[in-house]
């Protein structure tokens, strides 16, 4: 591994916690809507959205070639595998007065806990300070680096 890769994988991890701190905010933004999509003819709720994060090129072939003295290359990075949506139940609240209302007077609020959200939005932010922290020290090397042969 080269000190480039480490550009690479930082840019890559910078992309990646972004567009999870951008979902977390679609949830949050949307934590009262009753109205996000048509199922069979009926509005329902917003459901959560849930970043699911995975290694670039770590397969078993890059693995052994590596450990044989290969040109493969381990640990490219991180990728965005998708946004899938949290299957949790959704919270019942009794507001008869309220247009989607059921007939008991139940309404069928979005399964997103806003506690639970914060607490992600901070994670996500301190995971692209790190990653910020790890681009500029190995800048911080190639410039060193730069500098030998002067």
Known sequence: M???NSFGISASALTAQRL???VISSNIANAETTRASISNGEFVPYRRKVVVMEPQK???ENILQSQM???AEIGQGVKVGAIKEDQSPLKPVYNPSHPDA???GYVYMPNVDITKEM???ISASRSYEANVTALNASKAMVMK???IGK
């Open 102 to 104: 059921n007939a008991e």
């Open 119 to 121: 607490v992600d939005m």
């Open 20 to 22: 999870r701190m951008d």
């Open 58 to 60: 770590n397969s078993f």
């Open 2 to 4: 080269n000190i480039s």
């Open 145 to 147: 680096a730069l500098e």
């Open 69 to 71: 003295g290969g040109k």
